[in-house]
């Protein structure tokens, strides 16, 4: 696991209140109990306050599970790079 992925494990498990250890790469709402929609925005808004990204709509759309918070998450810090 990369360390953008371990933050972002971190992250989740801080706003949905579970256990680090149990959040994977296929965590979605459908298999972490708390994850409904309000706890999706502070995800988000951690996120972006953790990375100092900013997430359009449809990022945050794409973000239906914890690796693929993680991988968009990636991909925002490496094309803030170039």
């Known amino acids: 696991m990369n360390s953008?992925?371990?933050q972002v494990q971190v992250i989740?498990?801080?706003i949905f209140g579970v256990p680090a250890g149990k959040i994977?790469?296929?965590s979605s709402p459908e298999t972490i109990e708390t994850w409904d929609s309000m706890q999706h925005l502070n995800l988000v808004l951690a996120i972006e306050e953790?990375?100092?990204v900013q997430l359009a709509p449809e990022d945050i759309e794409q973000m239906k599970t914890i690796g693929a918070a993680a991988a968009l998450v990636a991909?925002?810090?490496?094309s803030a790079v170039r």
């Open 12 to 14: 989740a498990s801080d």
């Open 24 to 26: 994977t790469a296929d």
């Open 4 to 6: 953008t992925f371990q």
């Open 75 to 78: 991909k925002k810090l490496q």
């Open 50 to 52: 953790k990375f100092g």
